[in-house]
């Protein structure tokens, strides 16, 4: 267990085992890292935001939307990117815990490349199984994120569920720039993992790790922030260019199903 006190005056927070098990396995969880006070000042500013109808709007690339499983009505289910708009999720991303505990685990410092809030609201689907790494020339291969949980996360409403150790043999998928799911008979399902989290805990996975979620069969929100950061000496700072990279590709997207005229706002 990670303790919920501050660092160590040695600016070290987690233990060689914590560190040897994250290698091995490609995930780890850390419960409390973030206090109370800290997710609920998240957890309000994203209710306000959700409230904002002039962001929330489907032609709006930071807002993407999910049908519900059952009704088919569309459901904001993601804001990406997040931290411009959410001070308090700033101040998590920026924090010098997040920052230690990944320097410790990746061996040098680290830059935020990427950072989105997941809502995934009552009835919306799950995503199945699938890498997060994307071949795309300027994606860094040290891509790692740490999904912080604002709500509590079950089977009931869709926790991550992560598949240890296949991190080990790289990219599963073609490496042709493009998002592909995975079929699920490639994994042994006894190497699954399912991440109930508590609000504040956080659970850290590389970019090769493949995962997933089921849908959420609750009555209530399952919020987490997904904040994704690479090894300075693996690109340096790339979020500006990766969202120019992603939304060129996003907009290549829509536009094969008939959508253009977006924006971003």
Avoid at 40 to 56: G, I, R
Avoid at 129 to 147: C, E, G, L, Y
Avoid at 198 to 219: I, M
């Amino acid at each position: 267990m990670v303790p919920e006190a501050p660092l160590r005056s040695d600016g070290r927070f987690l233990s060689r085992d914590q560190i040897a098990a994250y290698a091995a396995d490609g995930f780890i969880v850390l419960p409390g890292l973030f206090d109370a006070a800290e997710v609920a000042d998240v957890a309000e500013e994203a209710a306000a935001l959700d409230a904002a109808n002039s962001l929330v709007r489907a032609d709006n690339l930071r807002c993407r939307f999910r049908r519900h499983r059952e009704s088919g009505c569309q459901l904001l289910d993601a804001v990406d990117p997040i931290v411009d708009l959410l001070p308090a999720v700033a101040r998590l991303a920026r924090s010098d815990r997040m920052l230690v505990v990944l320097e410790q685990l990746l061996g040098e410092r680290v830059h935020l490349f990427k950072d989105k809030l997941i809502l995934k609201p009552p009835g919306a689907g799950g995503y199945a199984t699938h890498q997060d790494f994307i071949a795309w020339p300027r994606f860094p291969r040290s891509f790692t994120t740490v999904a912080v949980a604002i709500d509590a996360a079950s089977v009931e409403n869709g926790c991550i569920e992560i598949f240890r150790g296949y991190h080990h043999g790289g990219a599963l998928s073609p490496s042709d720039g493009d998002y592909h799911d995975l079929p699920d008979h490639l994994f042994d399902a006894s190497r699954a993992v399912k991440l109930e989290l508590r609000p504040g805990d956080a659970a850290v996975f590389g970019c090769f790790v493949p995962h997933r979620s089921a849908p959420n069969r609750s009555s209530a929100p399952r919020r987490h922030l997904y904040l994704s950061y690479n090894r300075a000496g693996d690109g340096g700072d790339l979020r500006e260019s990766h969202y120019r990279d992603f939304h060129a590709w996003l907009r290549r997207k829509y536009a094969a199903r008939g959508k253009v005229d977006l924006l971003f706002c």
